[in-house]
């Protein structure tokens, strides 16, 4: 197992080198210039060109790469072009922190919810109420969240002022505050994912459910709460957990639409706007560090599933 | 009854009539002419009738007689866009920016809810004869709010600055050809002298609050606004939280004082909050986790403009959305093409589809008396595809045309160019839409860029304070904003004697001149001028400012 994860990890430095290089060369085809989109349209063009030249945009494209990737290697991730006054890792450190916190909330209430539903369905197949939980929850995952987030925010802050429009409380509040401003966004993701990973569950459930030993501990006189709990869910859930690994990363990196309808300031929002104003140094930590998450949870995703199931285990 | 009680009453009655719906401003503008009133006592008749429609609550913002009683203390949440970057008043340019750096920096002169000139740091301004050097006296008494007095070195060394070519400033351009590095001295510690490079009447305007670039920092500000953000204003930047909100204080020593002497600001603080999109801002609105968005966008906003919990204030602002024939470009050397292009449009159902006929209608020059007060009224251009057919042909194009029109995809722009297109095409000109991104449009030198290149283009204007003001910017050989790179003898000449005079009649005569070889000419279509919206929950009062980013909140409070 050492040697398994040592050897994903080790996988990952040449796939975030890959990644940054990719990045940086994307970011060039963008239409603009840096020094354009700081001084706006207005200014000289004399100025903007003393001013890429003083941020050192009209060097060769593998010069600043190589300059770039030296400091950020060495952690000198380096100032945002954007703002000026914030180093990178600041607002790395600070977006990340915010979309960790949402995608934990949603996760809490996601993965016990769409797992028991799946589970429960899978037990219950072809029952009215399997296919009730199987047709809703499809129907769910199709609605795009920037549409149920509007709903949402209209049905429930507008009209009936029970919760907050956006996902941010006022600067000041206490902690536990977050968590109240958070349920509104949650909810899109959830609906999203519930679907997606309970229909995992709930194929995985099934598939188990007609396993020669699940039969025979039936037979033994198991009660059947201990035939779901020691024998079903293990095994069943070995998709399922993958499906929540793969998902994890788009719930911390990928949530642009989300952090947008409810003015979250999260790391896919810091993202894009870092692409649209050829903000490169924040640009590249954003996205290597979402690389890194969708990695790392993928890794932990598949650790698990060997931990479940030692035949896994023992052949990698 | 006296003559003046008269005007007075007759005055009365055509506000009325405008409110009621049986006049347009137009013909008030007409009958009030008539009648022999002033264009100043015309301007005040026009922002006597407020908005021009739509739903809600949309009031005039001068209609101060029904509001209540002041409440001093408390906190006023305002939704604004983030600012693009870094805080620096010599470089910014979006409206998130501008609107943080007015509330901790002053200008030496204001814009009034009606864009009239207004004393701030500058008490007087006044021109010599030939009008090529104004003098500014300044306001004494006031300190910055790190407790450093405010002087006329201020003043030399803020301007001094912005027209730097190093600086990168918008303001340069703005002032290139007018005022020169070098020229602005200080004649006391509280009189300021601007030597001119050409007599220029509408100067005053270049450095007020609409040439935003020229707030008034100390002497010796290093570009580090956003680290110490000094200024004179009655606000100071408590916490900055990039991409997420700022928290202002009211500063202690500000040196402003309402008309009954009480200090001024009214509230405690003010919060921004900061997004992006129209449309989170405004569900924020609705839901009241905002007081105020100080730029309501038309395109979205219906939810927001027919809340009946909310106020929506309408100014007549001049924000235009400037369509530019590129005359060194072909087809656009030949003027039939460009005005039967113009011919072709329906200025209402434009308006009507893109602002829900809040705007006020242009036809094709700077000068239109519904947006700035004592203008000629030009003549009006409606739809006539006989008109442009006949131009067509007399451009050599009588069996159609294709043309290309450049627009960013940006706001409302799109729609504008759909509809161009839409109301192009029965009269043989087919535009083909050549959509890109927003900083494509402005991306490249000042040689390759779209927005100062493409043969047909939409471009973007906030609101300028003046006719001149535009025509200096864009209209002249020399303008560095130039789209249409039009170069008319006549119009320069007329302009040039315009800008050198201060004497009314004959810049009206002028104006008048200058309208009329605009509108022939057609260089571009201004089809219309976009009113300005400001929505706020109705237990708010006293914001002033012309809309947009002109949100002065240092008479704002929350009625009880």
């Known amino acids: 197992m050492a040697r398994f994860i040592g050897r994903r990890l080790l996988l990952m430095v040449p796939t975030l080198v890959l990644v940054s290089i990719l990045v940086f060369a994307l970011s060039e085809i963008l239409p603009g210039d840096l020094g354009r989109f700081i001084l706006g349209p207005y200014a000289s063009q004399s100025a903007v060109t003393q001013l890429d030249h003083k941020l050192g945009f009209d060097k060769p494209i593998y010069v600043r790469y190589f300059e770039w990737a030296g400091h950020f290697v060495t952690g000198h991730w380096g100032t945002s072009y954007q703002y000026t006054n914030l180093s990178v890792f600041s607002i790395v450190e600070h977006a990340l922190g915010n979309s960790l916190l949402l995608a934990g909330f949603a996760l809490v209430i996601i993965v016990p919810t769409s797992i028991a539903v799946g589970v429960f369905a899978g037990l219950r197949r072809d029952s009215l109420l399997d296919r009730i939980i199987t ?152 996205v290597l560090v979402i690389a890194v998450i969708y990695m790392v949870s993928n890794l932990v995703a598949d650790v698990v599933v060997a931990l479940l199931n030692p035949r896994i285990r023992k052949s990698s | 009854m006296t003559d003046e009680q008269y005007a007075r009453e007759y005055g009365h009655h055509l506000v009325e009539e405008v409110l009621k719906g049986k006049m347009t401003r137009r013909q008030l503008i007409v009958r009030a002419s008539v009648f022999g009133l002033s264009a100043t006592v015309v301007g005040q008749l026009l922002a006597a009738c407020g908005s021009s429609g739509g739903g809600g609550t949309a009031t005039t913002p001068s209609a101060s007689a029904s509001a209540p009683a002041v409440v001093t203390g408390g906190t006023l949440k305002a939704v604004i866009p983030p600012p693009l970057k870094t805080l620096d008043p010599v470089t910014i340019y979006d409206q998130g920016g501008i609107v943080l750096v007015y509330q901790v920096a002053e200008y030496l002169i204001d814009l009034s809810n009606t864009n009239a000139l207004v004393p701030k740091l500058a008490l007087t301004w006044k021109p010599n004869q030939k009008g090529d050097v104004w003098t500014f006296t300044l306001r004494q008494g006031v300190t910055f709010n790190d407790g450093s007095p405010f002087e006329a070195a201020d003043v030399v060394a803020s301007i001094e600055r912005v027209i730097n070519p190093k600086s990168g400033s918008g303001a340069l351009a703005a002032l290139a050809g007018i005022l020169s590095p070098g020229h602005t001295k200080a004649v006391d510690t509280h009189t300021v002298e601007f030597d001119l490079d050409k007599p220029f009447a509408d100067f005053p305007y270049l450095v007020s609050s609409s040439s935003y670039n020229t707030a008034i920092l100390p002497r010796n500000y290093d570009n580090d606004f956003q680290k110490k953000p000094v200024g004179t204003g009655p606000w100071m930047i408590k916490k900055f939280v990039t991409n997420q909100s700022v928290t202002m204080v009211k500063n202690p020593s500000y040196w402003g004082k309402d008309a009954q002497g009480r200090q001024l600001p009214y509230l405690d603080s003010l919060e921004f909050v900061l997004v992006t999109d129209a449309p989170p801002a405004n569900l924020q609105l ?43 470009k072909a087809p656009w050397q ?91 095409k029965p009269a043989g000109i087919n535009v083909k839409i050549n959509e890109i991104s927003y900083n494509a449009i402005y991306a490249g030198s000042n040689s390759t860029t779209p927005w100062l290149n493409a043969p047909m283009v939409i471009v973007e ?50 104006a008048t001149k200058l309208s009329q070889i605009q509108q022939d000419d057609t260089p571009i279509l201004v089809a219309f001028f976009i009113s300005q919206l400001r929505t706020q929950w109705k237990n708010v009062y006293g ?18």
């Open chain 2, 543 to 560: 914001i002033q400012g012309p809309g947009s980013f002109y949100f002065n909140a240092a008479q704002a409070y929350i009625a009880k």
């Open chain 2, 286 to 328: 609705q839901n009241h986790q905002v007081d105020v968005q100080p730029q309501t966008v038309f395109q979205g906003g219906a939810s927001v403009l027919n809340d009946p919990n909310l106020r929506v204030d309408v100014y007549p602002s001049s924000g235009i959305r400037e369509v530019a024939f590129n005359i060194n």
């Open chain 1, 135 to 286: 047709v809703s929850s499809l129907s769910m995952t199709v609605i795009p969240e920037f549409v149920s987030g509007v709903i949402l925010i209209v049905i429930f802050a507008v009209e009936l002022n029970w919760l907050p429009a956006s996902a941010t409380p006022p600067v000041g509040s206490p902690f536990v505050d977050r968590f109240y401003y958070l349920i509104l966004p949650a909810i899109p993701l959830m609906l999203l994912e519930l679907g997606y990973i309970a229909r995992m569950a709930r194929a995985g459930t099934v598939q188990v459910l007609n396993q020669p030993y699940i039969r025979t501990a039936t037979l033994k006189g198991l009660p059947q709460r201990r035939v779901v709990f020691s024998h079903v869910l293990r095994n069943a859930l070995v998709p399922t957990v993958t499906v929540i690994g793969s998902q994890v990363g788009w719930l911390i990196g990928g949530l642009v639409v989300i952090e947008t309808v409810f003015v979250y300031p999260g790391i896919g929002n810091y993202t894009v706007h870092a692409a649209l104003n050829h903000d490169q140094p924040l640009l590249e930590a954003c």
């Open chain 2, 334 to 424: 030949d003027k039939n093409l460009r005005q039967a292009v113009a011919y072709c449009l329906d200025r209402n159902a434009i308006n009507k589809a893109l602002y829900g006929g809040r705007s006020n209608l242009g036809y094709d020059t700077f000068w239109e008396p519904t947006v700035f007060p004592g203008s000629p009224t030009p003549a009006v251009r409606a739809q006539d595809y006989d008109k442009a057919k006949s131009l067509l042909s007399a451009a050599g194009h009588a069996n159609g045309i294709d043309v290309t029109l450049t627009v960013a995809n940006y706001l409302e722009n799109p729609a504008y160019a759909q509809l161009i297109a839409s109301q192009c």
């Open chain 2, 461 to 510: 204007w906030g609101s300028r304070p003046t006719p001149g003001v535009y025509a200096q910017a864009m209209l002249l050989p020399t303008s560095a904003w130039s789209s249409s790179h039009w170069n008319n003898p006549d119009f320069v000449t007329a302009f040039n004697s315009y800008e050198s005079t201060t004497d009314e009649s004959t810049r009206s005569t002028l």
